[in-house]
């Protein structure tokens, strides 16, 4: 191995240890992740190719990630740690593919810049750490891109067949996102450099072969489950996202003006790389100034960032983890200018300067206190619900100095912009920077999760309904079921609807508050016999109870 491959696989190394790290101290909670917890659960059963959550609600994706978890799953038994471990082990390799594939676009220095910057947004971490097909989904696409930039360099036939192999697996992961967002890439940037007539070179024979063998599970599929595979798969999933309110979109987006739907996702790409967002704005600046912008390589990285943005903006679900796959492009594209800084040489300015920047420094510090107290005021009605949820989550981990920390925070951060526009002590900017998303990846992160979890699993709930009923004596939900509640149960809790005349004397019924309150009322349930809070829903929060259908006397 040279020596970068060894940097390579130290990084992956250090960033699956952070991510391994509590990696099941936090319960699911929250609809999604409970659906492919509960897929992985069918699939150990051993439904390997038709699963069913619950044994009633089709995959909204392919199978690969449910696949992988399940070899954890069923050697060691279910548990948290084991159904995200495909997503912790495709963030350490995306990590490590990004330091060899950035080493052969800049040489080493930049492949580890890449990869620290890449390991270091906490975007990534965060999704690293959920039992969810994106990161795996990013990595492929990666891959494949990477191979597709390799073929139109070299003109490699190998290389070229790698790809679509490789965009195979990634339809397996996430379904046809993964071709679209390859195809915009590689149509944009081919385009770009006037050569889109080599685009039909890039389908070889093995390789269209290879992709799709991909997209067998399709057939499989269709042929096993039909036309409710169309409504609620093809149709109610993917057009149900792009329309929005129908299919099995798990809620319907509230309507807003044009202005969000065409800043959303430009606005969370800024988040979504931070802390390294100001370094990138800095690198497409220095690109622009220094005619960059013709090098095939910062187009086709440019291309790469940009068509997600471009791509999920006309649908009108807007979910924030749509953009993984633009992090990798931006830390390459950001690279050469922080290896750059980081040879750079320390300066003084003269009087002039010195005031200039400590005077921009206080306004930056006011404006950051300012926004500070916004946020633990009103402001939190302006955030989205999850990030409120977050939000407020962190707070009882401040221990009532909220305030105070966040402006010492605003201030140092102030601090140390003023001493690097005065002094440039870049080496020692840049090391604080991957010293602080490395402490949160190790402290933070998992603090915030372990208190969310713990303000809203239903694990307890669940698992006291199952020792209240032990199998096989029947469970149903009136209503929507709670996954995370099917999850802990281990075993499939049939589904009424809202059908008061379905509840039989004595059904043991699982329902949300206000229903009850509804079917107590009408003496259809009886009294209360377990309650708990938590996440009852992607977002939202409310009351369970379990009761029983209430017999009448004869």
């Not at 080493?108 to 947004?121: E, H, Q």
């Not at 290389?159 to 996430?174: D, E, F, Q, R, S």
């Not at 622009?288 to 903006?313: K, M, Q, Y």
Request: aromatic share 10%.
């Amino acid at each position: 191995m040279s020596s970068a491959d060894r940097l390579a696989l130290l990084l992956a190394a250090c960033f699956l240890a952070a991510a391994l790290h509590g990696l099941g101290d936090a319960d699911i909670v929250g609809d999604d992740e409970a659906r492919e917890a509960g897929l992985v659960q069918e699939i150990v059963a051993g439904h390997w190719l038709l699963p069913r959550f619950n044994d009633d609600t089709l995959p909204d994706k392919p199978l690969l990630y449910h696949w992988l978890a399940a070899l954890p799953c069923g050697a060691f038994g279910f548990s948290e740690a084991a159904v995200r471990l495909p997503s912790a082990l495709a963030g350490a390799a995306l990590v490590g593919w990004t330091a060899r594939f950035g080493a052969a676009l800049g040489g080493p220095r930049a492949g580890v810049a890449a990869a620290v910057m890449l390991a270091t947004m906490p975007a990534l971490f965060d999704h690293s750490r959920v039992a969810r097909p994106d990161v795996l989904m990013t990595l492929l696409l990666s891959v494949a891109l990477g191979l597709t930039f390799r073929w139109w360099r070299d003109e490699s036939r190998a290389a070229a067949t790698g790809a679509l192999a490789v965009l195979g697996l990634a339809t397996l992961a996430k379904g046809p996102v993964a071709p679209v967002l390859f195809a915009l890439t590689v149509s944009a940037f081919l385009w770009w450099q006037q050569s889109l007539r080599r685009l039909p070179h890039l389908f070889t024979g093995a390789g269209l072969l290879l992709f799709g063998l991909g997209l067998g599970w399709y057939g499989v599929a269709l042929a096993g489950w039909g036309g409710a595979f169309v409504r609620e798969h093809l149709v109610g999933r993917y057009l149900g996202n792009l329309v929005g309110g129908f299919g099995t979109a798990d809620y319907t987006p509230a309507p807003h003006p044009l202005a969000y739907h065409l800043a959303f996702y430009p606005l969370h790409l800024v988040a979504s790389a931070l802390p390294w967002t100001p370094f990138t704005a800095a690198a497409l600046w220095r690109l622009g100034r220094a005619g960059g912008f013709r090098d095939p390589r910062a187009r086709f990285l440019l291309c790469w960032a940009a068509v997600p943005v471009i791509a999920f903006t006309p649908a009108a679900t807007k979910l924030r983890h749509y953009l993984l796959p633009s992090l990798p492009p931006l830390a390459l594209l950001t690279a050469p200018t922080v290896v750059a800084l980081l040879e750079t040489s320390p300066r003084c300015l003269d009087r002039r300067g010195l005031a200039l920047r400590a005077v921009t420094g206080i306004l930056l510090g006011v404006a950051a206190l300012a926004m500070a107290r916004w946020l633990l005021g009103n402001g939190r009605a302006f955030l989205s619900r999850s990030d409120r949820s977050t939000f407020e989550a962190v707070l009882p981990l401040l221990r009532g100095h909220a305030g105070t920390l966040l402006a010492a925070a605003a201030g140092f951060a102030v601090g140390v912009a003023v001493v690097a526009a005065v002094w440039r002590p870049w080496p020692a900017l840049i090391g604080l920077i991957v010293a602080g998303a490395a402490g949160w990846m190790v402290v933070g992160a998992p603090a915030v999760e372990r208190t969310l979890a713990q303000r809203d699993s239903l694990r307890p709930f669940a698992r006291a309904v199952a020792a209240h009923y032990p199998g096989p004596a029947p469970i149903v939900f009136y209503g929507p079921p709670v996954r995370s509640v099917v999850v802990y149960l281990e075993r499939h809790a049939r589904t009424l609807g809202r059908r008061p005349d379905a509840i039989t004397p004595g059904l043991a019924v699982i329902v949300e508050e206000d229903d009850y309150r509804r079917l107590a009322f009408d003496h259809v349930v009886g009294a209360t016999l377990l309650s708990a809070e938590g996440r009852v829903g992607n977002r939202a929060r409310g009351w369970i109870v379990l009761t029983e259908g209430e017999v009448h006397p004869h």
